[in-house]
Every structure is written in structure tokens, then in C-alpha cells.
């Protein structure tokens, strides 16, 4: 699981991942009104081996302003999980990136077919919902919750992201074009689960509103690692097909303001979302270590 | 617009058909948040003259228990709307049933290809949960709209009734399994959207499992009703193919038990859904001539 870091931030992010897997874990295994074949392929794409980055960060801010993670911030990390994991199914099927491998094993799709793909997807996003309607106590903070969630994901958001995407690909696209893409795609999900820690935290709306800034730069580095990380990484490191965005001629950093200045940029993001802890003190400083890690990491 | 209805129901009908799609049309035209690519998506897809059935049944049944129908049940109307139109894109796709034609033009797919109306889709399930949870006071009733409603299309609801719809295809289905089907699939988004217009209108719970059960039992009339018009309509009629479940070797009512057993049982599940509003009196007559409505459509 390492994704090539100092050993003392690995040893912090490994307890996160292990903390979403059991909550991932245990919300299938309750879930007995869900049929054994729809679980199945569930199961089979929530245990894929993802990094867990977004439901840590979750898990992180929850921590940041109100002391140590609750309930409600591991069923929003839970959520935020499955979300992302829908958008990797529906983005991998053949009609979308048509992709054979992610996380490391067989695609959703190769490994059920299509159709299996395209409902687990669905029953995902719609139980990411569910549960923190269910699950989550006030109602006001599930629906601030639901309303984040729903917010970045949605149209104005990751879908939004998604569909410039497929329509850039193989074209002109501007650094500044470019960015825009990222953000919906990558970064408003990244600034969701870092607001949506906050909440369950209960932090103050000027937190939340650093939180929010902090999860929009981490973002934004994260996915123009991303980008470096498809030119030079392997398949075997990335756990899925490596050096497929330029295959696919999609806008990437590397490929739109070249190598140097894509490293140079995610430093500068890095760096102003360390910038955005400021008032965290010595308790943001697991979330300033992400910052670095995001940056070296490996995969 | 006709269902081939009497004429004094179809003008209530009309009346409500009309609000929803002002309400649909309103959202869309506030939703400056979403960019104009995907909101053309989005608007081809609410556009389509549905029979907004679902969404009917939520402003009733909120006039059944509270008087008159209220913003909250708007909101909810549309957004059942919007998972409903949600689950038809994702099932017409290519890799699910494969269908040319909805709600009498072309498939979303057809239209924008098959990468666009997955993320239609994906936009439109999101965008109801956002809805809901954005517009709907107090907190309390949002979470509840947005529970019953996630499980409702979730992997214990529609999801599964997909899912297990497609296994069954060409095999042999047993009529206590086509009912089971059939429940997921289609009868708890009606059951839900009963109960949503309930909760919208301060139902009492005991009002609400009422609601349920009519919802629960029209429902299955409804789908009955549909098997029956696959066999016995034109495509002209439906909007879509007809003749196309047994072509695809479907478990269908009439291909289970008979077209003449169909009848009876589409019959008898309107008088128990009839039977389960007695204690609305007569401001349950509406809803009682859906249910007689429903059986006689030509669409």
C-alpha cells in the first residue's frame, strides 16, 4: 500500500486505510437487505486496493478541528469512497476510457460485463446517500453532508469534469482550459471530503472555508501528479495502464506545459495548500505532510 | 399526453403532468451552476413526454395527507423524476437492453452516444439527491426524502431488479420471482414515491404505510399493465419498441402466467390498492382512479 513515502506519514496514512476498510467492510457485511449477487460485484470493486486518499482526508479534518475522528466522518469517508469508486467503474468502461485494469486487478467490466459495470456503478453512488442519510446524526449535518457530496459529484462537478474531458481529448486544450477540467474532475472531490471532515468535526464555517481551500490545492497538485505520474510511472506502480493519456492524446500537464513546469506547479499547489493550515497549529501538520507525500509519491 | 384515459382523470393528470415539467424546466433554467454542454444533455433527457407517473403520485398522495401540494413536494416530484429518467437512460444503453427509442425520439444514447448518457445519467441521480438536499425544509424531511429515496433505487431496490432482470433474461422465471423482479425494479420507486408526497405533507406514519401500500400495490399493477402493453401495443403508442421483452426472451406476466391471468391479476392489484386508501375518505378519489387508470392505458 505504500505509495512510496517517508515511513512515519506511510505508517499514519496506512492506519487511515485501514480504518476505511473496515468501515467499508463492516457497511457491506450489514448489509444483508442488499442481495448476495449485487453485494458480490460491490464487494468486489469497494475491495479493489485504492489508495483512500479523499476518505482519509476525510477522516484527517474531522481530526484537524475537532480533536479525533466520529462515526459520522467514517460514513463520510465511507461515502466519499464509493462515489469515487462508481466514477472509476463508469470512467473505465469501453464507451468511456475503456480500460482492462485498475487498482491492480481486472476492471469492473471485465470482470462482470458492461451491464454488471454500469449498475454496480449506479447502485453505488445512490448507496454513498443512503447511508449518510441513514447514518448520519443531526439531520442538518447529513444534509450538509449530502449537499456537499452531491455537489462536487454531480453536474456542476466530477460529471461536469468528465464530459469536458471526453470532448478535449485528442484537442487543443489551454493550461488554463486544463485546469478547469481538473477541477471538476479531481479537485472539487478532493475539496468535498476535506469540508466534509470539517463538518463532522464541527468546525466553524471560517474552518471549513480553510479546509475547503486546503482540499482545492491538495487537489489540484494531486492530479498534476497524476498526470507525471502516467508519463513515468509504470502500470505495475499505478496498478493500472500506465502512459494511457497520452496513448489517448488526452490533455494531461506534461503534455500541455511540459515536464518542468507541471513539477513546478504541483510544488506551488502543494505549498498553498500547506499555506491554508495556517490557523491548525501543530494539529494540521498530518495534513501538511499529505501535501509533501502527494508529491513523491510513486503511485 | 393521453394514456387513453377518461376524460374528467386525464385533465387532473394533465394538470399535474404540467407542474412537474414546470418545476423540471424551472430547476434547469436556476441551474446556471451547471455549464450549457451538459445541462443540453440533461434538458433532452427531462424533456421527453414522460408520463410522469411517479412524480403524479408524490403531488397526490401530498394532497391526500395535507391539503394542497407544497414546494417540498414539487422538489421531491421532480427529483423522482429526474432517478427515474436516470434508470431508463442506463437501461437502454447498448450493453443493457439496447434500445433505439424512449418516450418516442431517439434513445439519449442515440443522441449524444453511449459515453454522454452514462454521465447523463450518472448526472441526473446525483442531481435529485442534491435537489432534495439543497431545497427542502426542515432538515428532518430532506433526510427523509432522500432515505426512502436512495433505498428505493439503490442496490436493494431498482438496482437490483436491473440487475437480476438481466440474468433473467431468456431463462425460466417463476411467477413468484417475476413478482420479486418486478418489486425491485419498479414497485418500490412507486411505493417510494407515495410515501415522499406523504412525508412532504406532514403524513402521520400510520397515513404513510398506507400511502406505502397503495403505492406498493398500484405498482405492481403498473408493471403488469406494462407487460401486457408490450405484447398488445404499437411503438407508435408506447414511445418506445413494443414487442421488444418477449423478443429479448424477458420474463414478462403474460410469458409467465398468461395473458388472460395478467388481466385478472393487473385487476385484482388496483382493488387492493384502491382498498388501502379507505381511510382517506374521498380525498383519496384521485388516486383511486389513477389505479383504475392505469389498468386501461394504451401507453
Same mark, same amino acid.
Given at each position: ?17 485501514? #480504518? ?18 449485487? &453485494?458480490?460485484?460491490? &464487494? ?9 486518499? &479523499? ?40 464507451? %468511456?476510457?475503456?480500460?482492462? %485494469? ?31 442519510? !441513514? ?23 466530477? #460529471?461536469?469534469?468528465? %464530459?469536458?474531458?471526453?470532448?478535449? +481529448? ?23 471530503? +476535506?469540508? %466534509? ?10 474552518? =471549513?472555508?480553510?479546509?475547503? &481551500? ?25 496498478? !493500472?495502464?500506465?502512459? !494511457? ?19 513546478? =506547479?504541483?510544488? /506551488? ?6 499555506? +491554508? ?11 501538511? /505532510?499529505?501535501?509533501?507525500?502527494? =508529491?513523491? /509519491?510513486?503511485?
Amino acid at each position: 500500500m505504500s505509495l512510496g513515502l517517508d515511513s512515519e506519514f506511510a505508517a499514519e496514512l496506512e492506519g487511515k486505510v485501514g #480504518v476505511v476498510n473496515d468501515v467499508l467492510a463492516g457497511i457491506l457485511a450489514d448489509a444483508r437487505w442488499i442481495g448476495p449477487e449485487v &453485494r458480490e460485484s460491490i &464487494r468486489y470493486a469497494l475491495e479493489g486496493p485504492g489508495k483512500r486518499v &479523499r476518505a482519509a482526508i476525510v477522516l484527517w479534518c474531522c481530526e484537524v478541528v475537532g480533536g479525533r475522528a466520529n462515526r459520522d466522518a467514517e460514513i463520510a469517508a465511507a461515502a466519499i469512497e464509493m462515489v469515487h469508486t462508481y466514477s472509476l467503474i463508469h470512467d473505465d468502461l469501453p464507451a %468511456m476510457d475503456d480500460d482492462d %485494469m485498475r487498482r491492480g486487478r481486472a476492471t469492473c467490466h471485465k470482470r462482470f460485463g458492461e451491464a454488471t459495470a454500469i449498475l454496480v456503478g449506479d447502485a453505488l453512488v445512490t448507496l454513498a446517500f443512503e447511508l449518510l442519510a !441513514k447514518e448520519v446524526e443531526p439531520a442538518a449535518v447529513a444534509v450538509r453532508l449530502i449537499a456537499e457530496l452531491a455537489e462536487a459529484a454531480g453536474p456542476a462537478g466530477m #460529471v461536469a469534469g468528465q %464530459m469536458v474531458d471526453l470532448k478535449a +481529448a485528442n484537442g487543443d486544450v489551454s493550461e488554463e482550459q486544463l485546469e478547469h477540467i481538473h477541477i471538476n474532475k479531481t479537485v472539487k472531490m478532493f475539496r468535498c471530503a +476535506a469540508v %466534509m471532515g470539517g463538518v463532522c468535526g464541527g468546525g466553524e464555517e471560517e474552518q =471549513l472555508e480553510r479546509l475547503g &481551500r486546503y482540499g482545492l490545492k491538495i487537489g489540484l497538485g494531486f492530479q498534476i501528479a497524476d498526470d507525471i505520474l502516467d508519463v513515468c510511472g509504470t502500470s505495475e506502480q499505478l496498478g !493500472k495502464t500506465s502512459g !494511457k493519456d497520452a496513448k489517448q492524446g488526452k490533455a494531461t500537464y506534461p503534455a500541455v506545459v511540459g515536464m518542468a513546469k507541471s513539477k513546478e =506547479l504541483a510544488q /506551488r499547489r502543494a505549498e498553498e495548500a500547506v499555506a +491554508a493550515l495556517e490557523p491548525f497549529g501543530e494539529r494540521g501538520d498530518v495534513l501538511r /505532510r499529505l501535501a509533501t507525500a502527494l =508529491l513523491n /509519491r510513486t503511485r
